[in-house]
């Protein structure tokens, strides 16, 4: 009975610390929405940003994945940049945080009814939500920023408040969190949101560090 009772305790404590390592390696997928005339500092910050921590110990379980709206993985940005995302909308990823950016062809993007389903699918599962610019019009559209504080790029947020009533619009902020959702003007801005969203996932202290990293500091404030 005892040598009975020690393998059922000795099979629980395995049973436990197996659990809790998978818990420990967990990897977070940070994933960058793209698709053809995107705006191209908008997806570039956020994977140069979040790319530089995933190279940290402190980052490392941290996965970034540029994600194509289509179904071909090739994407010409609005200033000519060819990428190459490594998945599409239409893989099966689980996602734990979804950054969207902007396009000035906002009518096309909206219509895009693939694209609008898997932000409203998406948005409403991830722990968190972003957008860049006029992305900000993506997320209100599929519904996802009803009722939350939220900016868009710098002269735009007029045009957002009459649009989306229902959106808490700010004025004059570069960067917005309000609760799991983080809006920014987008341009270089994007910088700026891609470090404060960092600083949420780790720490103040780490996205100081991959601040200084990327001499982000040398541009703010200047007078």
Same mark, same amino acid.
């Given at each position: @009975?005892?040598?009975?009772? @020690? ?5 629980? +404590? ?50 970034? &994945? ?48 693939? +694209? @609008? ?21 993506? &997320? ?73 990293? +990327? ?9």
């Amino acid at each position: @009975m005892r040598t009975l009772l @020690m393998s059922i305790l000795f099979t629980l +404590l395995v049973t436990q610390s197996v659990h809790a390592q998978g818990a420990e390696t967990k990897e977070t997928v940070i994933g960058v929405l793209a698709f053809d005339r995107v705006l191209t500092s908008e997806i570039t910050a956020p994977i140069e940003v979040f790319g530089a921590a995933a190279k940290k110990d402190w980052f490392s379980s941290h996965r970034v &994945l540029l994600l194509s709206g289509a179904k071909n993985k090739q994407i010409v940005t609005e200033e000519g940049l060819t990428v190459i995302a490594d998945a599409t909308i239409h893989d099966d990823i689980d996602l734990d945080v979804l950054i969207v950016p902007g396009s000035y062809d906002l009518d096309r993007v909206k219509s895009d009814k693939p +694209l @609008m389903a898997f932000l409203r699918n998406q948005g409403q599962e991830v722990r968190w939500l972003g957008s860049n610019c006029s992305g900000a019009f993506l &997320l209100a559209h599929a519904g996802l920023l009803d009722g939350v504080k939220a900016t868009t790029w710098a002269g735009g947020e007029t045009d957002l408040k009459k649009s989306y009533p229902s959106v808490d619009v700010q004025f004059d902020r570069n960067v917005v969190v309000d609760g799991r959702v983080i809006t920014s003007n987008g341009g270089v801005v994007s910088y700026e949101a891609a470090l404060t969203l960092l600083s949420k996932l780790s720490s103040p202290e780490h996205a100081n560090e991959i601040s200084e990293l +990327l001499q982000f500091p040398r541009v703010q404030n200047k007078d």
